[in-house]
């Protein structure tokens, strides 16, 4: 069975494009739900994160079991290799060092992924080879051997399926029974 770990920028792009709680109400059911089971989790570092505003974001958070969050800091060897790796890597002083930063959660979610064998769950993108200014999440894991996918990856291996409820009749003919 595969077991994920949710980056900040799931829960913040979740939220704030892809899955509104205003039309999304079931997404974040099934969320809170599923963080309930060893194989979706996110750490501490993530929570600090996301509880600096208060939306509805942080509200979820603060709802959440405190199991669904890992202790960061029992990884502090795997941290430091990580970190190691990306100050190894061909990136501009400036952003090894914001990356190191140990306040930031990028390092420490991969530490414990790596660690626990999590699959990272992230929407940030792949970077160009020539990017230097940012560490991105996805060009790390690629670096430690750490599988890396983006919310709609996830939402496809977690199966699910999102329906339009109260489809008036006409518009349900027209739009798919064309012929």
Known sequence: ??????????????????????????????????????????IKK???????????????????????FIDETKYLENYAQVIQASQDMDFNPSAKEQFAQAYRADAWLLAVAQRDNFIVVSNEKMPDKKEKKNIKIPRMCDKLGIKCIDIFDFIKEQKLEFCIKNMPHILEYTLFDLK
């Open 1 to 42: 069975m595969n077991k994920y770990l949710l980056d900040t920028n799931f829960f913040l792009d979740s939220s704030l494009r892809y899955y509104q709680n205003d039309f999304f109400q079931d997404f974040w059911k099934w969320l809170r739900h599923s963080a309930q089971k060893p194989s979706i989790k996110t």
């Open 46 to 68: 993530v929570k600090e994160e996301l509880n600096r505003k208060n939306d509805f974001i942080s509200n979820f958070i603060k709802e959440m079991s405190k199991d669904f």
